[in-house]
């Protein structure tokens, strides 16, 4: 494998740049000199972006892509190298949140869920690691989440597509390693981010009735423990694509909640309910 050591001139392609991790992941690369490709499903958020790169990146470009859609990423991908001759560093970060009940959630809700988190993170793997490939030295950054090591309650759609992107993630790690590939790739699991992700999630009424509190309500509190802003987050990311490392803890809380699952895979299961049971009032 060829280590991306130095970012300069290097060109970057990011999903859900439009706000949170996405924008500060293309802020940073693009202060680290990397000509930006950037995507997102909303296009309001990806424009300023793009506004707040002004001046600032060598090069960017942008586009519209439902990350759930396959032949919008391969399409994207294709253009992305038409525009800027090659590609070094594609970041899987498009994202979405939905809570509920497995007994209230519907089957429709569980394939909007994993046909952004994980079929998203597929497509734009599968689309970029031959570009990447022909680049001579390239990686693969997926978005996984804290909910990739630990189960939460009301949780199991967000829970089961992050876990669904740690396994992809690690076995593709594996698969380049085995095959001699000259790209990497890079498992993140963020903990609370201040991002709006909590507030723009799809929230079934069963979680009031699970918790006792109105969705907004349980939105709120749970921006609250948020700890870490996604400027720190690019950081860490990027200082691990500099490091080659195989995975990521970014935030307190990460570690906290890595280490529970290390300490105690069962224990921490009761202690988390109980968590949430005490903050409803149940």
């Known amino acids: 494998m060829k280590l991306l050591h130095d970012l300069d001139d290097k060109v970057a392609a990011v999903t859900g740049a439009g706000s949170g991790i996405g924008r ?15 995507a997102d499903v909303d296009a309001d958020g990806l424009a300023e972006t793009e506004r707040l790169l002004a001046g600032r990146a060598r090069a960017v470009t942008t586009a519209v892509v439902d990350v759930a859609d396959e032949a919008a990423v391969l399409a994207w991908a294709d253009a992305v190298v038409a525009d800027h001759g090659r590609v070094n560093l594609i970041v899987n970060n498009a994202g979405v949140a939905l809570s509920g009940t497995v007994a209230s959630l519907s089957t429709d809700d569980y394939r909007w869920i994993m046909g952004v988190n994980f079929w998203g993170v597929v497509h734009g793997t599968k689309a970029f690691l031959p570009h990447l490939e022909r680049s001579g030295a390239g990686h693969v950054v997926n978005i996984s989440s804290v909910f990739g090591l630990t189960a939460q309650p009301l949780m199991s759609g967000y829970n089961a597509s992050k876990y669904a992107v740690r396994g992809f993630t690690e076995s593709l790690r594996q698969d380049l390693e085995l095959t001699g590939s000259c790209v ?4 993140v699991h963020p903990g609370g981010i201040k991002t709006n992700i909590a507030r723009s999630a799809r929230v079934h009424p069963s979680v009031a009735n699970a918790t006792g509190k109105p969705s907004d309500a349980a939105a709120r509190e749970l921006e609250k423990s948020f700890l870490t802003s996604p400027a720190k987050a690019a950081d860490v990311i990027v200082d691990a694509v500099r490091k080659d490392k195989r995975r990521v803890l970014v935030g307190p809380d990460a570690r906290v909640f890595d280490a529970m699952a290390r300490l105690t895979p069962a224990g921490y299961q009761r202690l988390v309910t109980g968590v949430v049971r005490s903050r409803g009032g149940k």
């Open 184 to 187: 990497s790739a890079t498992c």
């Open 24 to 38: 500060a992941l293309a802020l940073r690369l693009a202060q680290d000199g990397c000509r930006l490709a950037l």
